[in-house]
Structure formats: C-alpha cells, structure tokens
C-alpha cells in the first residue's frame, strides 16, 4: 500500500517570501501522479499542482512548483512570492495510474501561516 | 463555474442516531468519492462510484455505513447508528472519467462536519 508523509505539520512565511512545503511517499509503482492540494479554513479543496512520475520535469504553476526527486521519493512544494491569501492547510496526494484505481491517497498536511 | 454541493455543511447529533449526508456531483462527471478528513489528519477514502455502481469500498465501515448513488447522479451517505468516533469532515469528490489512467482530476465540495455528542 502506497504511503503519504508530510513531516511539517505548521509552518509559517513572510508576506513576498518563498517557502517550501516537504512531502515524502512510498509506492512499489513506477508509474504515478503527485498532487498538492489546498484547502483554505472552511472552503473546499483545490488542486494546486500535479506532478506525472513518468515527467522528469517539474511541474510549475505560476507561483507554485514542485521539487520531484523520484529516486528519493520526495515531492516538495514551492511557493514564491507568497501572499495572504496562500494560507491553508496543503496537502500532497498520491493517486496510481492504473485504471479503476483513482483513489487519492494524502498526508497529514501541513498548516501554512502568512505574516503580514 | 460548476462546484460539487453538499448538505447539510454542518450536523450535530447524538450517539445511536442515524445521519445522512447529500452530494451532487459537478454535472456530467461520472465518479464519484466520499472521503472521510479526521482532525488534524489528510481525507480518506470511504467509497468510491463509478455512475450508479460502487467500485471500492473496501474502508467503508458496513456495519453501520451506507452510501447509494441511484441514478448515477447524486448521492446518499448515511451512518446508523452514530458513534463518537464518527465526528469528522466528511468530503465529497468527483471526476470526470474513470478508468482511463489520466490524472483525471478530483473536485470537492466545501465538506460536511459531523460532531457526535
């Protein structure tokens, strides 16, 4: 069974700083998707970024991008710039390719803080 | 732009009670997730449709958890009777597609807490 682990539960960030969210993982497959997801204090989820393994190239979004060490199994999110409205809890998912196997599987999440 | 609904987005009862829990999908998506986020811990998967057909629900507690998805539409989560350790969020997802390996991705609804007294 595949495993999520996000060892930061808070951190917290300057207004206009960079701040990198750490996300380890454990899976037998070769293939598979990376995902962060934000989920702002009483709002839905949404999805921030999402990462192919099969890619050696990371993915970026804007502010967001993400660090995919695939040999060390790490898949770390960087947020540049950071603003008031990035505070959420931010959670890294995992999800298998194989078909009919689209369950997402998360950490624990992480509590970012943004200091005016 | 389309959201996946749930009601109602906050319900308290006691222990031994039944609880039921609505969501609709964004339309035309044909999967559909309850997932079940402890405090202070990441959502996990409760059931799983594929239009009106259940295909995981293998960490559905089924002694007392029922979920049905009728007419592949909306859908019913249900707890009877309610127990203490059931107090969480409970999250509604959909997807557009099933099986094709994409990364099809997987839109909430803002969430219903349950708190069991």
């Known amino acids: 069974a595949q495993t999520v682990t996000q060892s930061q539960p808070e951190m917290s960030v300057q207004e206009a700083e960079t701040v990198t969210l750490s996300c380890t993982y454990d899976t037998s497959e070769s293939d598979y998707y990376l995902f962060w997801y934000k989920q702002p204090p009483s709002r839905q989820m949404i999805l921030v970024i999402r990462q192919e393994a099969y890619k050696q190239q990371n993915a970026t979004e804007n502010r967001f991008s993400v660090n995919f060490q695939k040999a060390a199994k790490s898949f770390s999110l960087k947020i540049s710039d950071s603003q008031l409205g990035d505070a959420a809890m931010y959670f890294c998912a995992y999800r298998s390719v194989r078909g009919g196997n689209e369950k997402l599987t998360f950490g624990t999440g992480t509590r970012l803080t943004i200091i005016p | 732009e389309a959201e996946v609904a749930q009601s109602p987005r906050y319900k308290i009862t006691e222990k031994s009670q039944a609880v039921a829990f609505w969501c609709d999908p964004i339309?035309?998506?044909?999967?559909l997730y309850w997932y079940r986020q402890i405090l202070g811990q990441g959502p996990e998967l409760l059931v799983q449709?594929?239009?009106?057909?259940?295909?995981?629900d293998s960490q559905l507690p089924k002694d007392r958890f029922s979920a049905e998805r009728l007419k592949g539409v909306d859908s019913t989560l249900k707890i009877q009777p309610a127990e203490l350790g059931d107090s969480a969020m409970y999250l509604c997802?959909?997807?557009?597609?099933f099986g094709t390996g994409g990364s099809n991705e997987q839109f909430f609804g803002p969430g219903t807490r349950l708190t069991v007294l």
């Open positions: 339309s035309g998506h044909a999967t």
């Open positions: 449709f594929q239009d009106e057909s259940v295909v995981d």
């Open positions: 997802a959909s997807s557009l597609d």
